[in-house]
């Protein structure tokens, strides 16, 4: 089916250990997006791609990286996970300006 | 800068009665606002978006949101609630400033729904 497809769903870290958390998107779109979703603070950019090759900071980019890997792809890197990043993470494309598709998320627990 | 700001954190209703969950917005532009569900362990769903259309805006399982700039509101509305309503609701305007058109969330109102 088309869509956002994330991996892995779930997650458990050591503190200062590394991964990185995958997106593929099949919807041919130009623009990505990381979010993390935290009790009571809604959805927050990580970071986003507007087209294949450019990356930039949104919100909270603080401890992530990210690679646009092509035009399908873009992973979220974790370089020494700490447990305040301890979060439900979203990926999503855009297909308009009117509209987000969303991946199902990765539950990220930090130990 | 554009934001949204949700009233209500947590939104208790009987089943069959209504639903107002309530959303205020700032821009400078004109906006683009969406209504977003999430059921618990789930991911997002659309529910609405308003894009300069029509003013009042009809979306899936029965909600609706009135866009009223005079307010610089998006209430979510419906007319009678089921317990499969009970869910986050998150209201979302489009940054369009950058062109970018990223996403801006509100915190999420939570709907608990009473039998």
């Known amino acids: 089916n088309a869509g956002v497809t994330q991996t892995p769903k779930f997650q458990v870290l050591k503190t200062g250990q590394s991964m990185t958390l995958q997106c593929a998107q099949d919807?041919?779109?130009?623009?990505m997006y990381w979010y993390r979703q935290d009790p009571g603070m809604g959805l927050r950019l990580i970071y986003y791609s507007a087209s294949e090759g450019t990356t930039d900071k949104g919100e909270v980019p603080n401890g992530y990286n990210v690679s646009r890997l092509n035009k399908r792809e873009f992973s979220l890197r974790l370089e020494s996970a700490a447990p305040s990043q301890t979060s439900v993470y979203f990926c999503?494309?855009?297909?308009?300006?009117?509209?987000?598709?969303f991946g199902s998320g990765t539950r990220l627990t930090v130990v | 800068a554009q934001s949204v700001t949700q009233l209500d954190s947590h939104v208790s209703v009987s089943e069959g009665t209504p639903v107002l969950l309530r959303c205020n917005y700032s821009?400078?532009?004109?906006?683009?606002l969406f209504w977003y569900v999430q059921h618990p362990n789930k991911g997002l769903q659309l529910l609405l978006k308003?894009?300069?259309?029509?003013?009042l805006v009809k979306g899936i399982n029965g909600f609706e949101a009135e866009f009223k700039k005079s307010e610089t509101s998006f209430h979510l509305t419906k007319p009678s609630a089921h317990m499969s309503d009970a869910a986050e609701y998150f209201c979302v305007v489009s940054d369009l400033t950058s062109g970018t058109y990223k996403y801006i969330f509100g915190t999420g109102t939570r709907l608990k729904v009473l039998a």
């Open positions: 821009s400078s532009y004109s906006p683009s």
């Open positions: 999503a494309s855009r297909e308009s300006a009117y509209g987000y598709t």
């Open positions: 308003y894009t300069s259309a029509a003013t």
């Open positions: 919807m041919n779109h130009n623009s």
